[in-house]
T-cell receptor, first 112, second 120 residues
Framework: AQRVTQPEKLLSVFKGAPVELKCNYS??????LFWYVQYSRQRLQLLLR??SRESIKGFTADLNKGETSFHLKKPFAQEEDSAMYYC??????????????FGTGTLLAVQP | GAVVSQHPSWVICKSGTSVKIECRSL??????MFWYRQFPKQSLMLMAT?????????EQGVEKDKFLINHASLTLSTLTVTSAHPEDSSFYIC????????????????FGQGTRLTVV
């Protein structure tokens, strides 16, 4: 079964503090993992994907297949990072329609 | 690029009527589109996956006769909520995969702005 777990509903940190948003997954195969962000009153948008191994807005995420995790990290949080963050997983089976499913989301609140 | 537009952004309808929501990929071709439902302060629940020219695949617990999905072209999918009831009130979101990016390159999806449905 395909599943994404985000254990924290809310993460509150002070500006400048490190941030780690946790994400664990289950999938019988090699998944593709994403982090999506939803700022207040805006649509969901892609933040980063594991295959790119990039850093976006200071955020990074490493896929750990052993721990089946894809935690999102940023060394110094900014107030503008306050948003809802969703971890998402897609299957990668060739010739199949691979579903894109989401975790329950973590609300990141960065205090001044 | 990769813009997905939903219409309408919000709709209020009477109980028992049907409502159609459109999802369009404006600058790319979408072989796969997803329909989600989002309750207040909750995650996106996948309702169904639609592929252009074929029947949608519904998630367990989603009534296919209630939520009719049509994906007739590479740029348009529609969700029709039939005989709507107050419990159908929700935020409906569509997303689409770019045909050219799908598979080998990436399975990311681009999201519409959502449609707020209120059934009175």
């Amino acid at each position: 079964a395909q599943r994404v777990t985000q254990p924290e509903k809310l993460l509150s940190v002070f500006k400048g503090a490190p941030v780690e948003l946790k994400c664990n997954y289950s999938y019988s195969g090699s998944p593709e993992l994403f982090w999506y962000v939803q700022y207040s009153r805006q649509r969901l948008q892609l933040l980063l994907r594991h295959i790119s191994r990039e850093s976006i807005k200071g955020f990074t995420a490493d896929l750990n297949k052993g721990e089946t995790s894809f935690h999102l990290k940023k060394p110094f949080a900014q107030e503008e990072d306050s948003a809802m963050y969703y971890c998402a997983l897609s299957g990668t089976r060739r010739g199949a329609t691979n579903k894109l499913i989401f975790g329950t989301g973590t609300l990141l609140a960065v205090q001044p | 690029g990769a813009v997905v537009s939903q219409h309408p952004s919000w709709v209020i309808c009477k109980s028992g009527t049907s409502v159609k929501i459109e999802c369009r990929s404006l600058d790319f071709q979408a072989t796969t589109m997803f329909w989600y439902r989002q309750f207040p302060k909750q995650s996106l629940m996948l309702m169904a996956t639609s592929n252009e020219g074929s029947k949608a695949t519904y998630e367990q617990g989603v009534e296919k006769d209630k939520f009719l999905i049509n994906h007739a072209s590479l740029t348009l999918s529609t969700l029709t909520v039939t005989s709507a009831h107050p419990e159908d009130s929700s935020f409906y979101i569509c997303s689409a995969r770019d045909r050219l990016r799908q598979g080998a390159k990436s399975n990311e999806a681009f999201f519409g702005q959502g449609t707020r449905l209120t059934v009175v």
